[in-house]
């Protein structure tokens, strides 16, 4: 089986509900190594769920304290595959910090059809579209996907998601780290 450098991370970055955490649990898997989800990191830490911390905190205090863990993780001496927010790499200077710490930075790109039709039932444990009404929130995917993909954009791999099954993903995500 293929392993990866001690010390190696995989990134993966993309919008919300493109399917982070489930390739990043299945990738870890397949290549035996830990799993850690940003977000989840974050809430181990605060104490509170994401939305408690965006509802009694804020989102300037999320984004300060993502920017902080994100370093801590980065920092860790192990293999992870490491799943970020989906606004993780458009703050502060969170993307070069994921770029300089890895060549491992996957962006997982999903259609805004489809994140639309995915993040429509859960949006309420969401913040940031949980207040959107239903009939605007295609629109206003639309162009926080299209403000957000300048960053995306800036990962060394994009992967193209739609129409793939979890496991196609994770093996095409093997085959363009295998070929560093
Ligand atoms: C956010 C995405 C969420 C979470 C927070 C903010 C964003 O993570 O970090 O609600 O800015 O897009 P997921 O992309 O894992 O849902």
Redesign the pocket.
């Known amino acids: 089986m293929y392993k990866i450098k001690i010390g190696m991370k995989i990134v993966l970055l993309g919008?919300?509900?493109s399917g982070?955490?489930t390739i990043g649990y299945l990738l870890a898997n397949t290549l035996a190594c830990e799993f850690l989800d940003?977000?989840t990191y974050m809430e181990r830490a605060e104490g509170i769920s994401?939305p408690e911390v965006?509802e009694q905190r804020g989102e300037i205090y999320?984004r300060k304290k993502?920017e902080e863990y994100l370093k801590e993780v980065l920092a860790l001496e192990k293999d992870l595959v490491f799943?970020t927010?989906?606004?993780?790499p458009v703050y502060g200077r969170n993307m070069e910090t994921m770029l300089r710490a890895t060549p491992n930075v996957v962006y997982l790109k999903v259609s805004l059809d489809k994140l639309v039709q995915r993040l429509a039932p859960e949006k309420e444990g969401?913040?940031?579209i949980a207040r959107i009404p239903d009939q605007e929130l295609h629109e206003f995917i639309g162009k926080h996907l299209f403000e957000r993909s300048f960053f995306y954009q800036k990962a060394r791999y994009v992967v193209a998601c739609d129409g793939k099954t979890p496991e196609e993903i994770v093996s095409e995500i093997q085959s363009l780290i295998q070929s560093l």
């Open positions: 919008y919300m509900g982070k955490s940003l977000d994401i965006f999320f993502e799943s927010g989906g606004g993780t969401r913040p940031l």
